[in-house]
């Protein structure tokens, strides 16, 4: 048997996805901007897509949703758009973010601070690992231009006070944009619902294809394009349109948001019973209370089993887990996410994200669940930490000591 | 980057099959207990190194006869990825049956060599040559616990890159030897720097005592530093062709004060010295008249004469004066 979970990482293309995109694949390979039969028969085709990603997070007609080539990119134009809508000749200066959001968040932020001269704050989250809104609504300033806060966390999967942050943001006027990667799809979205100016999601995290994301924008605002070129969207966004990928994520968007409750319960069972069965193992510990989590997702600890050393025996069982820890990253931090909330530094290498999909099955736990005993015990075995005979007097270790850590 | 960069090496594809069989099936791991080691007549030892916050430890255990320091057997434990495993493996492996005198000289290039399956193919990407390190780092702390001495004892020199074992009075020589200019040149002539790359400049994965850009800054201004106190010392030896430019401009100065500036001065012009610029043929002594001088008719010949033909004899025969 061989199992996926990293389903936070990527997802399988939903196989009535790949049929939607199958005749933009081969005979409807017209451009959709030419005046021609070839171009405007793959028309149908696109609207179908549009009006199943404007229902799958409840846009409104007035709204604007913008294809582009994946989430970064639409996180990327929303933050230097705003530097350069708001900030290179305006009067603000001021960005707040988190210090737990994906790279193509934080990344645009530090080229902004070094580049543009922008000041950025990185709210520090809780030890759930959730950033709290009286937090967020202390850092706002008269020159705060935006405020960009993930709706969902990739490592963790916990969910952020989406609602209270966006009220926040309206009282003190200021723009609210949120990454719900990791929540468009996983768990009910409807923007209808909150004061959310921009909004980014992928395809590719909800069973759709790789290499076309969106990008929300309410009332149609006004926001400088990133890629400047021909006027498809509206010269919103340049560029010839993908078709293909834009039918997968309507497909795919409409697949997962159809009885979204119901798909929730049946993979938070099965994770509740992976998770159940983990922690009946001696010192470990998940981050984050279930009930504000996504469904699938599951960072675990396991002391004196490091982080990548696991995945290799995960691995050498055919289940394809991840970890931000140490020996896995080019960097050896910890987990950044587990040093945000505070973990012991120890623990920061021994994180373990396992993220099920709705494909995920009963009999797939239950081989996880085996795999994963197994593989802790055979760690830990190993391990130092769990050594019993004590180093010679003056041959202990207290804390990191390396000359090169 | 380049081609190869596009997609990038898969880490575990680039361990070699020693690697993966020994992180699968480790065959040292375990430990040695007082007993057993007493039962035997000899003295355990038992040294960690790295801590869990850092990511990777490992603890060594080491038999020794007391009579010949000889280690009869060893065993580790380690809190790490499949390369710290495996490096602690074959570490291991590499101590049974040497003095403890002998092991100390185990370096982290003899524990990543055993690794290899062939001779010249690394068994680690350079991101691990790290968990090597490891190893070479826990032996010498094993043996300074033996042998009763400090561990740094071991250490003859200051090592700035740990992945190949570059010391800080190398990189300095061969800055010097080589008058090497970049960290590229650095890397292609030591290997320093060449693997986990942490030692080029701070925020690498690792913090680093030394980093290549600082020692290379700091020899590349020793160097300047004493070229320039050749040239000072030479300039007041009076050899004006070695002579720094300032020491140049005020060697010529002095001459035009003994020799020439009185007989402008009283005239009612000067002169004064704008630039010199040297040639393999020949220097060139740039400058301007004042007063009087300017535009007087002999200054373009017996008196731009007189100052040229002072300056050559008292300075160098090479010189050319050209009034601008
Ligand atoms: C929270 C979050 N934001 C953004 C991204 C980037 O998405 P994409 O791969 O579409 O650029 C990811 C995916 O890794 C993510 O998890």
Same mark, same amino acid.
């Given at each position: 048997?061989?199992?996926?979970?990293?389903?936070?990482?990527?997802?399988?293309?939903?196989?009535?996805?790949?049929?939607?995109m199958?005749?933009?694949?081969?005979?409807l390979?017209?451009?959709?901007?030419?005046?021609?039969?070839?171009?405007?028969?793959?028309?149908?085709?696109?609207?179908?897509?549009?009006d199943?990603?404007?229902?799958?997070?409840?846009?409104?007609?007035?709204?604007?949703i913008?294809?582009?080539?994946?989430?970064?990119?639409?996180?990327?134009w929303?933050?230097?758009s705003?530097?350069?809508?708001?900030?290179?000749?305006?009067?603000?200066?001021?960005?707040?973010t988190?210090?737990v959001?994906?790279?193509?968040?934080l990344?645009?932020c530090?080229?902004?601070e070094?580049?543009?001269?922008?000041?950025?704050?990185?709210?520090?989250?809780?030890?759930?690992?959730?950033?709290?809104a009286?937090?967020?609504?202390s850092?706002i300033?008269?020159?705060?231009?935006?405020?960009?806060?993930?709706?969902a966390?990739?490592?963790?999967?916990?969910?952020?006070?989406?609602?209270?942050?966006?009220?926040?943001?309206?009282e003190?006027?200021v723009?609210?944009?949120?990454?719900?990667?990791?929540?468009?799809?996983?768990?009910?979205?409807?923007?209808?619902?909150?004061d959310?100016?921009?909004m980014?999601?992928?395809?590719?995290?909800?069973?759709?294809?790789?290499?076309?994301?969106?990008?929300?924008?309410?009332?149609?605002?006004?926001?400088?394009p990133?890629?400047?070129?021909?006027?498809?969207?509206?010269?919103?966004?340049? /560029?010839?349109l @993908?078709?293909?990928?834009?039918? *997968? !994520?309507g497909?795919a =968007?409409?697949?997962a #948001? %159809?009885n979204? +409750?119901?798909?929730?319960?049946?993979?938070?069972?099965?994770?509740?019973r992976?998770?159940?069965e983990?922690?009946?193992?001696?010192?470990?510990?998940v981050?984050?209370?279930r009930?504000?989590?996504?469904?699938?997702?599951?960072?675990?600890?396991?002391?004196g089993?490091e982080?990548?050393?696991?995945?290799?025996d995960?691995?050498?069982?055919?289940i394809?887990?991840s970890?931000?820890?140490?020996?896995?990253?080019e960097s050896?931090?910890?987990?950044?996410?587990?040093?945000?909330? /505070?973990?012991? @530094?120890?623990?920061?290498?021994? *994180? !373990?994200?396992?993220? =099920?999909?709705?494909f #995920? %099955?009963?009999? +797939?736990?239950?081989?996880?669940?085996?795999a994963?005993?197994?593989?802790?015990?055979?760690?830990?075995?190993?391990?130092s930490?769990?050594?019993?005979?004590?180093?010679?007097?003056?041959?202990?270790?207290?804390?990191?000591?390396?000359?090169?850590? | 980057?380049?081609?190869n960069?596009?997609?990038?090496?898969?880490?575990?594809?680039?361990y070699?099959?020693?690697?993966?069989?020994?992180?699968?099936?480790?065959?040292?791991?375990g430990?040695?207990?007082?007993?057993?080691?007493?039962?035997?007549?000899?003295?355990?030892?038992?040294?960690?190194?790295?801590?869990e916050s850092?990511g990777?430890?490992?603890?060594l255990?080491?038999?020794?006869?007391p009579?010949?320091?000889?280690?009869?057997?060893?065993?580790?434990?380690?809190?790490g990825?499949?390369t710290?495993?495996?490096?602690?493996?074959v570490?291991?492996?590499?101590?049974i049956?040497?003095?403890?005198?002998?092991?100390v000289k185990?370096?982290?290039?003899?524990v990543?060599?055993?690794l290899?399956?062939?001779?010249?193919?690394?068994?680690?990407?350079?991101q691990?040559?790290h968990?090597?390190?490891?190893?070479?780092?826990?032996?010498?702390?094993?043996a300074?616990?033996y042998?009763?001495?400090?561990?740094?004892?071991?250490?003859?020199?200051?090592?700035?890159?740990?992945?190949?074992?570059?010391?800080?009075?190398?990189?300095?020589?061969v800055?010097?030897?080589?008058?090497l200019?970049t960290?590229?040149?650095?890397?292609?002539?030591?290997?320093?720097?060449?693997f986990?790359?942490?030692?080029?400049?701070?925020?690498?994965?690792?913090?680093?005592?030394y980093?290549?850009?600082?020692?290379?800054?700091?020899?590349?201004?020793?160097?300047?530093?004493?070229?320039?106190?050749?040239?000072?010392?030479?300039?007041?030896?009076?050899d004006?062709?070695?002579?720094t430019?300032v020491?140049?401009?005020?060697?010529?100065?002095?001459?035009?004060?003994?020799n020439?500036?009185?007989f402008?001065?009283?005239?009612?012009g000067?002169?004064?010295?704008?630039?010199?610029?040297?040639?393999?043929?020949?220097?060139?002594?740039y400058i301007?008249?004042?007063?009087?001088?300017n535009?007087c008719?002999?200054?373009?010949?017996?008196?731009?004469?007189?100052?040229?033909?002072a300056?050559?004899?008292k300075?160098?025969?090479?010189?050319r004066?050209?009034?601008?």
């Amino acid at each position: 048997m061989q199992v996926y979970l990293d389903n936070n990482a990527t997802t399988m293309l939903d196989p009535k996805a790949l049929e939607a995109m199958m005749p933009y694949l081969s005979e409807l390979y017209g451009n959709p901007n030419s005046l021609h039969k070839f171009g405007t028969k793959t028309h149908p085709g696109i609207r179908r897509a549009i009006d199943q990603v404007y229902a799958g997070i409840g846009a409104t007609d007035n709204d604007d949703i913008v294809f582009t080539s994946c989430a970064t990119e639409a996180n990327n134009w929303v933050l230097k758009s705003v530097w350069a809508d708001l900030m290179q000749h305006g009067d603000k200066n001021h960005i707040v973010t988190t210090e737990v959001e994906h790279p193509s968040i934080l990344a645009t932020c530090h080229y902004l601070e070094e580049q543009c001269g922008v000041k950025v704050t990185y709210l520090p989250v809780n030890e759930e690992g959730v950033v709290e809104a009286h937090t967020v609504k202390s850092f706002i300033t008269d020159r705060t231009a935006l405020v960009s806060i993930m709706w969902a966390n990739n490592e963790t999967g916990m969910i952020f006070p989406i609602k209270e942050i966006s009220d926040i943001c309206k009282e003190k006027g200021v723009l609210f944009h949120t990454d719900a990667v990791q929540a468009v799809g996983k768990i009910p979205v409807n923007v209808k619902e909150f004061d959310i100016a921009f909004m980014s999601f992928s395809a590719h995290k909800f069973h759709g294809p790789k290499g076309v994301g969106a990008l929300y924008i309410k009332n149609s605002r006004k926001l400088t394009p990133l890629l400047h070129g021909g006027d498809q969207m509206g010269g919103r966004r340049s /560029g010839t349109l @993908n078709v293909a990928g834009i039918v *997968g !994520m309507g497909e795919a =968007l409409e697949i997962a #948001t %159809t009885n979204i +409750e119901e798909k929730m319960a049946s993979i938070a069972k099965i994770r509740n019973r992976i998770e159940d069965e983990l922690l009946k193992l001696e010192d470990v510990f998940v981050v984050g209370n279930r009930a504000n989590r996504t469904p699938n997702t599951i960072l675990i600890s396991v002391r004196g089993v490091e982080g990548e050393g696991m995945l290799w025996d995960l691995n050498n069982a055919l289940i394809g887990a991840s970890t931000g820890s140490a020996c896995a990253s080019e960097s050896l931090e910890g987990n950044t996410v587990m040093l945000a909330i /505070g973990a012991d @530094n120890e623990l920061a290498h021994t *994180g !373990m994200r396992l993220s =099920l999909s709705r494909f #995920t %099955t009963e009999e +797939e736990a239950d081989y996880v669940i085996e795999a994963f005993k197994k593989g802790v015990a055979r760690l830990r075995q190993i391990s130092s930490s769990y050594a019993k005979v004590q180093p010679t007097a003056g041959g202990e270790v207290r804390e990191c000591e390396l000359h090169h850590h | 980057m380049a081609k190869n960069d596009i997609l990038g090496e898969s880490l575990w594809d680039a361990y070699s099959n020693k690697v993966t069989t020994l992180m699968n099936n480790p065959q040292h791991q375990g430990e040695i207990t007082q007993e057993e080691a007493e039962g035997h007549g000899n003295k355990l030892i038992v040294a960690d190194f790295g801590a869990e916050s850092c990511g990777d430890a490992v603890r060594l255990y080491w038999e020794i006869d007391p009579k010949d320091d000889r280690i009869v057997n060893s065993k580790f434990k380690s809190f790490g990825c499949g390369t710290a495993i495996a490096s602690s493996d074959v570490m291991t492996e590499l101590c049974i049956g040497k003095t403890v005198q002998e092991a100390v000289k185990i370096t982290n290039i003899d524990v990543e060599f055993a690794l290899r399956d062939t001779p010249d193919v690394a068994a680690v990407p350079p991101q691990k040559m790290h968990c090597s390190v490891m190893a070479y780092d826990v032996i010498k702390k094993a043996a300074g616990l033996y042998l009763g001495v400090d561990e740094a004892s071991f250490e003859e020199e200051i090592i700035v890159c740990e992945c190949a074992r570059v010391s800080l009075n190398t990189l300095k020589e061969v800055i010097r030897i080589n008058d090497l200019t970049t960290v590229e040149q650095i890397t292609d002539y030591t290997k320093a720097g060449g693997f986990c790359k942490s030692c080029i400049k701070p925020g690498g994965h690792e913090d680093r005592e030394y980093y290549l850009v600082d020692i290379l800054a700091d020899t590349r201004k020793e160097i300047d530093q004493e070229k320039m106190a050749k040239a000072a010392d030479a300039g007041q030896k009076g050899d004006f062709n070695t002579m720094t430019l300032v020491q140049k401009i005020k060697a010529i100065d002095a001459v035009v004060d003994e020799n020439i500036r009185q007989f402008l001065v009283m005239d009612g012009g000067d002169m004064e010295v704008i630039d010199v610029k040297s040639s393999d043929e020949n220097i060139d002594v740039y400058i301007r008249y004042l007063g009087a001088c300017n535009g007087c008719s002999s200054s373009s010949t017996g008196t731009l004469y007189a100052i040229e033909a002072a300056l050559k004899e008292k300075l160098s025969n090479k010189i050319r004066v050209l009034p601008i």
